[in-house]
């Protein structure tokens, strides 16, 4: 009996830069069905790569009760395994983290507003 060994490719992992913005735009606009960005987008940070391509990406957000969260965006399905490896990557790069996006609600939420604006224009 002949086994097929599939080879997948391994996925990235890379912390946000200006530069990858529109990409997470587009991305956001295609699961939300929208062509406005609005405050669910709120500041992209890590981002998940399979080949060359950005599959996805975690992003800070505000929520009026627990205050600072994350949400994660998929553009394509992840296997569970990478999901949960993702999401567990996300929380301790926000555990690490002492930039004030990830400390202080407040700033947060008036960062969310001016990368809005940006993006929207």
């Known amino acids: 009996m002949e086994t097929n ?7 990235q992992y890379a912390e946000v830069y200006i530069s ?9 606009q295609q699961i939300q069905n929208t062509r406005k960005i609005n405050p669910e987008f709120g500041i992209p940070f890590l981002l ?10 975690a992003s800070l957000v505000f929520q009026e ?3 600072i969260a994350f949400k994660i965006f998929e553009q394509k399905a992840m296997p569970e395994t990478e999901r949960k490896n993702f999401v567990s ?9 002492t930039a004030p996006n990830f400390r202080n609600p407040e700033q947060l939420k008036s960062s969310i507003q001016k990368m809005i604006s940006w993006l929207n224009m």
């Open 5 to 11: 060994i599939q080879h997948q490719e391994p996925f």
């Open 20 to 28: 990858d913005m529109f990409a997470l735009k587009n991305i956001f």
């Open 48 to 57: 998940v790569r399979k080949k060359n391509e950005v599959i996805g990406f």
């Open 65 to 67: 009760k627990n205050g």
């Open 89 to 97: 990557r996300a929380e301790n790069y926000i555990k690490a983290s």
